[in-house]
């Protein structure tokens, strides 16, 4: 942990990810990777030398036929241990994709509604700031289908200013490697949410 920590910090302060009285949102989707973002921002908290505040979100997407809801209750436990505050957003967006609409490629539609309901409540809270649990292998995997898929040389950014919304996405766990991520959840036994997907 205090290798993820040190990592995550320096990711920060290279990149000016917080500013003084901050809130900051964490999508936690129940994966190793928002959950150790979750973690460690939780963490860094307590004796970061500038002042912000963390809070955490989960997306439900609702059920489609015959799928049974998932259980979000261990990570309201994992928030009440990190005193974090924690809000599940209920959505139908699985039943709209598969089930009214039957789409055969979901991923894209999927994420851009997720992406926009996790940005509307952030709005409707006045938090301007979101951290997402994109780590190293991430970046170098979008490096490669940009360059493969696309033709060109092209990654996201550590951090983007998203004016429709005027939400700032972070991506703290940048310099953090999946391995490093996995195993750390693994010791920790951070109580991870299966995605059916």
Known sequence: MNKILSLTRRCMEDYDMIHPGDRVAVGVSGGKDSLMLLTA????????????????????????????????????????????????????????????????????????????????ALQERGIEKIALGHHYDDAIETFFMSLIFEGRLSCFQPVTYLDRTGVTQIRPLLYCGENLIRNTARRLELPLVENRC
Do not use: W
Not at 49 to 62: C, K, N, S, W
Not at 63 to 88: K, M, N, R, S, W
């Open 41 to 120: 921002l939780a963490k860094l908290r307590e004796f970061y030398p500038i002042p912000f505040t963390v809070e955490a979100f989960t997306l439900d997407m609702g059920h489609a036929d015959g799928v049974e809801p998932l259980d979000f209750t261990p990570i309201g436990e994992l928030c009440q241990e990190l005193e974090v505050p924690y809000t599940i957003l209920n959505s139908e967006i699985q039943h709209l994709i598969f089930d009214l609409r039957k789409e055969k490629n979901p991923c894209s539609m999927c994420a851009k509604m997720r992406r926009g309901a996790l940005h509307a």
